[in-house]
């Protein structure tokens, strides 16, 4: 009875022990990804909202980096033919910060944050008028970078 009795617990045990060691992984993996992401997201919306009539081009292009997917495409398109050559004309600034955010749920692939925005636009001469927002960030990890996926104001 011992012959089969400790053999089975034995295998048991190890099983148990496994699962366990797979979840306290995947949980450490899930809160790495959590941080990551919450910084990428911040810094990211921090690059896409913010620019100088002087620099916009290069202030934008650089937070181009930062994106991927169709999300990449349409705010390449908007700020081509929309937000510099507003910026240069008209002379506006923004400059946008991140009073807290949020991670909503996070895997190793693919993450979403709730990001708060403050936003401060200037136009021209004109007295700065600024704004509150939230905006629900999605991310991809793509080359071992967490980049922008989506971006959608709630």
Not at 70 to 82: K, M, Q, R
């Amino acid at each position: 009875m011992a012959y089969v009795v400790v053999p089975v617990l034995v295998v048991l045990l190890a099983g148990v022990a496994g699962v366990l060691v797979w979840q306290v992984r995947s949980n450490r993996a899930a809160q790495s990804a959590g941080a990551e992401s919450l910084q990428a997201a911040t810094d990211g919306t921090v690059a896409l909202l913010s620019y100088r009539p002087d620099t916009v081009e290069k202030d934008l292009e650089a937070a181009r980096s930062r994106l991927t997917g169709s999300f990449l495409d349409a705010y390449s398109s908007l700020i081509h033919e929309v937000v510099i050559p507003g910026s240069k004309e008209k002379q506006i600034s923004a400059a946008a910060t991140v009073p807290g955010a949020a991670s909503i749920k996070a895997t190793g692939t693919n993450a979403v944050v709730l990001v708060f925005v403050n936003q401060t636009v200037t136009i021209g001469k004109d007295a700065p008028s600024s704004t509150a927002s939230s905006v629900r960030v999605t991310l991809d990890r793509t080359d071992g970078r967490w980049l922008i996926s989506g971006f959608e104001p709630i």
